[in-house]
């Protein structure tokens, strides 16, 4: 069992930067995918970036990249989303999760027995 708790989301003006951390306590941190997702209400919830099991590769989504960066800390069970540039369209809940698989789906929320309860990032223009 693993359980996610995401933190550093807030109310910035476009360009701004943030870093999210999600913090999970549980077995076999290392073991995980831990992928960022984010969602906006009426819409699916989307694809943000991926480190692999054991932070071998990064995978960061489109609409992103170039301005997050995903990392990890596996002495210190947490995961962190670097967001530069922000952009209004940036605004939405932003979830991390945990997974293990070996489909390199990163993108299918299938994949994740496991979900934080996520943190609200809002940029204003």
């Known amino acids: 069992q693993v359980s996610l708790v995401e933190s550093g989301g807030g109310l910035v003006q476009a360009g701004d930067s943030l870093r999210l951390s999600c913090a999970?306590?549980?077995?076999?941190?290392s073991s995980y995918a831990m992928t960022w997702f984010r969602q906006v209400p009426g819409k699916d919830r989307e694809f943000v970036a991926t480190s692999t099991s054991s932070g071998g590769s990064e995978y960061i989504g489109d609409p992103v990249k170039g301005r997050f960066t995903?990392?990890?800390?596996?002495?210190?069970?947490?995961v962190f989303l670097q967001m530069n540039s922000l952009k209004p369209e940036d605004t939405a809940v932003y979830y991390c999760a945990a997974g293990s698989?070996?489909?390199?789906m990163w993108g299918y929320l299938g994949n994740y027995n496991y979900w934080g309860q996520g943190t609200q990032v809002t940029v204003s223009s």
Request: aromatic share 16%; proline share 0%; charged share 25%.
């Open 70 to 78: 995903i990392s990890r800390d596996n002495a210190g069970n947490t």
């Open 24 to 29: 999970a306590s549980g077995r076999d941190f």
């Open 101 to 104: 698989f070996y489909n390199r």
